[in-house]
């Protein structure tokens, strides 16, 4: 009877022990207490993706899946989000580790420029760029848009708020020589929206600065039918003329449902982060990325032109130190 009284007690104690250590978070954790340090073992990030029918989103995904996969102790969460403004505003103010944004937002942003004036957002650095983004001006088929001078008296959807769309959407009316109360609606609305209300006819006009073949044109024109109106010529000029972040893109024809060959003028995405995380971080995460392309390739048609190559094309901030020992090995630099 005593025995087993002893060996019950022994039992609870180390029941006691057992439950002890996977509430603290085991040995090392207490250990590390001890020392006086509290470090979480995962280093958790988080970067700001874009439209959830956009391209930014998915490939901000492919990254986080490539983090999951071939980074210890370091996870990567992806949030949607308006895009390119909003994100330079939460790298800021230190709620985005990493974001997707446009060269010429990011460029803005970092110089307090346009939407940053006062307000500088000196701690975003480059990492790599990832493609053109050309700005798409979506017109509802027979809405006689042929040019942007044409958007006078239309209802257009000027780009989701915080967008880099919207800041090029305001350029080209201001290229044309329009402004907003020159139009007989100028909305706001997140992109998904904005194709929806061009489908029912509700708008006769969207901008989106999105990668060719983003679902959330290719879904409406399969819909509805739609013209990719040219911004080229005197437009393309004037816009490169206020601007150095604009070069001519074509999208070729076919790119979507039954819409001809069309010019306009794009900016480059690029990958930023925090000047404030670590270099072996950053390098870390930039050296598995490009260590694992295929996974950028694979998540979206335009994730194809993500090349080291490329890597420095169109950017316009400083690099992070970590991406700069990365991309001088592979023999780059800015
Ligand atoms: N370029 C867009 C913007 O910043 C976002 C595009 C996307 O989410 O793919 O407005």
């Known amino acids: 009877m005593k025995q087993n009284g002893i060996s019950r007690s022994k039992v609870v104690l180390i029941l006691l022990i057992a439950v002890l250590l996977v509430f603290s978070g085991g040995v090392g954790s207490l250990l590390a207490r001890g020392r006086g340090e509290d ?36 996870s990567l969460t992806v949030e949607s989000s308006g895009a390119s403004v909003v994100n330079s505003n939460l790298i800021g103010s230190g709620d985005l580790d990493l974001a997707i944004v446009q060269n010429d937002v990011a460029s803005h942003a970092f110089n307090g420029r346009n939407a940053f004036d006062g307000n500088a957002i000196s701690n975003m650095r480059g990492l ?11 017109a509802r088929a027979g809405s006689g848009i042929n040019s942007p001078s044409d958007l006078r008296g239309k209802r257009v959807a000027l780009g989701p708020l ?10 080209v009316l201001e290229a044309a020589g329009l402004t907003e109360g020159d139009l007989t609606a100028a909305e706001r609305l997140e992109a998904g929206e904005a194709a929806d209300y061009l489908r029912d006819g509700r708008l006769d006009a969207a901008f989106f600065t999105v990668a060719i073949g983003a679902a959330v044109i290719s879904d409406l024109a399969v819909s509805q039918r739609v013209e990719v109106v ?15 972040f604009y070069a001519p893109v074509t999208i070729p024809e076919g790119t979507y449902t039954q ?54 094309d169109g950017m316009t901030v400083p690099l992070h130190p970590g991406a700069e020992r990365y991309l001088a090995e592979q023999g780059l630099r800015l």
Not at 45 to 60: I, K, R
Not at 128 to 138: A, G, R
Not at 162 to 171: F, M, Q
């Open 230 to 244: 040219n911004i080229d010529g005197r437009y393309a000029e004037r816009l490169m003329q206020m601007e150095d």
């Open 162 to 171: 915080g967008s880099g769309a919207e800041v090029n959407s305001l350029k």
């Open 39 to 74: 470090e979480p073992s995962v280093r958790r990030l988080n970067m700001g993706g874009g439209w959830v029918t956009g391209v930014y989103y998915p490939l901000a995904g492919s990254m986080s899946r490539i983090v999951h996969l071939h980074m210890d102790g370091v």
């Open 128 to 138: 790599f760029s990832l493609y053109p983004e050309p700005v798409q001006l979506i």
């Open 259 to 312: 819409v001809p060959q069309a010019q306009t003028v794009g900016v480059v995405s690029i990958v930023v982060a925090r000047e404030d995380l670590p270099e072996q971080l950053v390098y870390d995460f930039v050296k598995a990325v490009f260590d694992n392309i295929n996974v950028v390739h694979s998540a979206h048609a335009a994730g194809r032109m993500v090349t080291i190559q490329s890597a420095l």
